[in-house]
């Protein structure tokens, strides 16, 4: 029988509800663009869906194209219907629609800088925003600086009376030490750091969230989280498709500075950091950058040992031919960009001293998973001695990111019978099964976080420079010594042969 104070509990935890969103008026610059079709506009609508948007609520579009704002509209209902992830409620979406408007400039034009500033004061007036304003730079990172400038001198950016001002830019923050440094310093020029929020849609996923939730929410885990217990970390970003006819851009980055100085250090960040006392969010991001602080620096020697690059060729799958990397439109035909890497990197602290932490991401892999497997040091076999078992397979925890997301675990058990045989045993659970569905698209969270002021899992400006800090003697090294065998993995296989070296050297193996 249930006690009343255990039902009193149950009641209390299910009438919690996330709290609105203050009046505010969300400026896009890139409206006609690719990523507020496909992400912002859904993300918004799932926000409406949710309950967690208010009626003064806005957003400014401003784009190149000569649109209406009716015109505007119907162009957003019409990529809302194609990119929803969730079946599109009509009365919904009239309410976001009712609160569209735009604004036709371009950066050059200080006229569209003027007309924002009218439109703005006019939701105000109509919406009752409350002068509370988010600006989403969805334009190319080289214009950051520009737009920022732009709005501080139009008097856009000032904070008073109360008022906030934040602005959103997207990765990537600079291509490397130097230049990550000065783009932080122009920045801080018109706005302070809390007003500037680093968005990277890896850590608005739901599975990347619960990394937190699991170590420091059950008593179980944490205690073995170190090095006493773990044998390893492998980190694995695989990405099925090519570079997606983003090969101007791809040249520029490559696997590197695309995946790994950004998402993939965060998800070894949230992996590996300590308990923090509060989920305060410049208390959390404190223990983030203390990891990343104790990542052991790359000597040049040690690119050479630890570190391997790939680059795919030809390959196929179901009979069907994949072009090469160097054969993809806007890339050059004797490209020299990675669209492999694969690290072995140690965290010079207390918890990990002497754990490899294993990171592999690429492009043309055999399918697309995004996850972190914690193996376990296996059990001593001296109990078994006399009994069939010939060996113990270590325990593995594996956190899902995507596409389904869930956790998973592996352990032995005796399987039935008069003698003692060991069985390996999987126990999983997907989210979907049993919080139900939720799809998003991955910036419902951090947009919501970023109208409340939320800037935990947004990147701070010592998080960038110390994630390039750790790559950038990798750049070095790869810019100042030419591959000399690329292509050197087929698409649709699991990289270069190099990269099971790298961890096969150490008696592991890379899980498939």
Same mark, same amino acid.
């Given at each position: 029988?249930?006690?009343? #104070? ?70 957003? #209902? ?8 969730? =079946? ?36 105000? %007036? ?20 520009? &737009? ?26 600079? @291509? ?8 932080? !310093?122009?920045?801080?020029? $018109? ?21 937190? #939730? ?7 885990? =944490? ?26 851009? &791809? ?27 509060? +989920? %305060? ?50 890339? #050059? ?10 690290? =072995? ?59 389904? =997301?869930?956790?998973?675990? !592996? ?20 989210? %979907?099964?049993? +919080?139900?569905?939720?799809? @998003? ?6 947009? &919501? ?21 750790? $790559? ?13 065998? +690329? ?20 008696? !592991?193996?890379?899980?498939?």
């Amino acid at each position: 029988m249930t006690s009343p #104070a255990a039902n009193e509990t149950v009641e209390r935890v299910d009438e919690w509800k996330a709290r609105l969103a203050p009046p505010c008026a969300m400026v896009i610059f890139g409206a006609t663009g690719d990523l507020t079709k496909r992400k912002l506009i859904p993300a918004l609508y799932n926000l409406v869906n949710d309950e967690l948007l208010p009626d003064e609520f806005a957003v400014v579009g401003i784009g190149r194209s000569p649109l209406s704002e009716e015109e505007f509209r119907q162009h957003m #209902a019409d990529d809302l219907r194609q990119f929803a992830t969730v =079946e599109v409620d009509e009365a919904k979406l009239d309410w976001l629609l009712r609160r569209l408007r735009y604004v036709a400039g371009d950066l050059e034009d200080t006229e569209t800088f003027r007309q924002l500033d009218k439109e703005l004061a006019k939701v105000d %007036a109509e919406l009752g925003t409350g002068g509370n304003y988010l600006y989403y730079l969805a334009v190319p990172p080289s214009l950051f600086c520009d &737009y920022i400038y732009r709005l501080g001198e139009a008097g856009l950016i000032r904070e008073d009376e109360g008022k906030w001002r934040r602005v959103i830019i997207e990765k990537p923050f600079g @291509h490397d030490l130097d230049s990550a440094r000065k783009l932080n !310093r122009d920045i801080r020029e $018109v706005l302070t750091e809390a007003q500037i929020f680093r968005i990277d849609h890896y850590l608005g996923k739901e599975t990347v969230q619960n990394i937190m #939730a699991f170590r420091f929410g059950n008593g179980i885990f =944490e205690p073995i989280w170190n090095r006493r217990y773990v044998d390893h970390v492998q980190i694995t970003v695989a990405e099925a498709v090519g570079v997606e006819g983003r090969g101007s851009y &791809y040249e520029e980055a490559g696997a590197l500075r695309d995946m790994v100085q950004n998402h993939m250090f965060q998800l070894l960040a949230l992996t590996a950091m300590e308990p923090p006392v509060s +989920f %305060a969010a410049d208390v959390v991001r404190d223990e983030r950058v203390k990891v990343l602080s104790a990542i052991r620096p790359f000597t040049d020697e040690d690119v050479l040992r630890f570190t391997v690059r790939g680059q795919y060729g030809e390959g196929f799958v179901n009979g069907e031919r994949l072009p090469a990397y160097r054969a993809e439109k806007s890339v #050059a035909p004797n490209s020299n960009t990675e669209t492999y890497a694969a690290l =072995e990197m140690f965290i010079d602290n207390w918890r990990w001293a002497d754990v490899p932490f294993y990171l592999r991401t690429g492009k043309r892999l055999p399918k697309r998973v995004t996850e972190v497997a914690i193996q376990f040091k296996r059990a001593p076999l001296m109990l078994f001695r006399d009994t069939p078992v010939e060996r113990l397979s270590p325990n593995l925890l594996v956190l899902h990111i995507q596409p389904d =997301e869930g956790i998973s675990l !592996r352990f032995e058990g005796k399987v039935p019978g008069p003698q003692m045989r060991l069985g390996t045993v999987r126990m999983h659970f997907e989210y %979907a099964d049993y +919080f139900g569905a939720q799809p @998003h698209t991955g910036y419902e969270t951090l947009l &919501y976080d970023c109208m409340l002021g939320d800037t935990t899992l947004f990147h701070r400006t010592d998080m960038v420079e110390t994630g390039w800090r750790v $790559v950038t003697p990798i750049l070095d090294v790869w810019k100042a010594l030419a591959p000399r065998n +690329f292509p050197n993995y087929a698409a649709n296989t699991w990289g270069p042969k190099e990269a099971d070296e790298l961890i096969q050297k150490d008696g !592991r193996k890379w899980r498939q």
